[in-house]
T-cell receptor, first 112, second 114 residues
């Protein structure tokens, strides 16, 4: 069974721009969660989507948003990028909300 | 607020030298405690889920245990390929409903020398 895929794997953006990251969950999985990983803060929860609805949101500004499509694929968007947004963005899928999560390889975002 | 603390931050072992990693947690209502392994430049790899105190799970050289306040990841006779960052995370119940949010500890960086 194919794992979680994320595109693109690497991204370089300029401060003030916006970016969209994509995540395809494991086939049959309906819940997708997003996390930000930085050396200083570790892994921090951004939001979770289940059946196209946002179920839970972490303590991040409104510049961070996401959505989920009917095929369970998910996208997250970051607007007005700041230098501090440079991080590894990880997507995780689970069969249902609250079950064990399987992570993708991540998207490495660098903001200059 | 849910909190997870892992110790030690880093651990160096000789091949074959068994040891344990600790994960202390505070959570309003525990739905599950998860262990992951993360290699450099990769996403976390799922290892175990523990749901209740007294529960134990094993996989090859790894054994995870859970009490009401902490979890241990025991590594028996480690090999160099066990070198990685080991992450612990908790998932809380809220109003009888569990959600997808995982709260992670900072991780333990394990290095096993041949």
């Amino acid at each position: 069974k194919a794992g979680v895929t994320q595109t693109p794997r690497y991204l370089i953006k300029t401060r003030g721009q916006q970016v969209t990251l994509s995540c395809s969950p494991i086939s049959g999985h309906r819940s997708v969660s997003w996390y930000q990983q930085t050396p200083g803060q570790g892994l921090q929860f951004l939001f979770e989507y289940f059946s196209e609805t946002q179920r839970n949101k972490g303590n991040f500004p409104g510049r961070f948003s996401g959505r989920q499509f009917s095929n369970s694929r998910s996208e997250m968007n970051v607007s007005t990028l700041e230098l501090g947004d440079s991080a590894l963005y990880l997507c995780a899928s689970s069969l249902l909300s609250g079950y064990e999560q399987y992570f993708g390889p991540g998207t490495r975002l660098t903001v200059t | 607020e849910d909190q997870v603390t892992q110790s030690p931050e880093a651990l160096r072992l000789q091949e074959g030298e068994s040891s344990s990693l600790n994960c202390s947690y505070t959570v309003s209502g525990l739905r599950g405690l998860f262990w992951y392994r993360q290699d450099p430049g990769k996403g976390p790899e799922f290892l175990f889920t523990l749901y209740s105190a007294g529960e134990e799970k094993e996989k090859e050289r790894l054994k995870a245990t859970l009490t009401k306040k902490e979890s241990f990841l025991h590594i028996t006779a480690p090999k160099p390929e066990d070198s990685a960052t080991y992450l612990c995370a908790v998932q809380a119940m809220s109003g009888g409903t569990s959600y997808g949010k995982l709260t992670f500890g900072q991780g333990t960086i394990l290095t096993v020398h041949p």
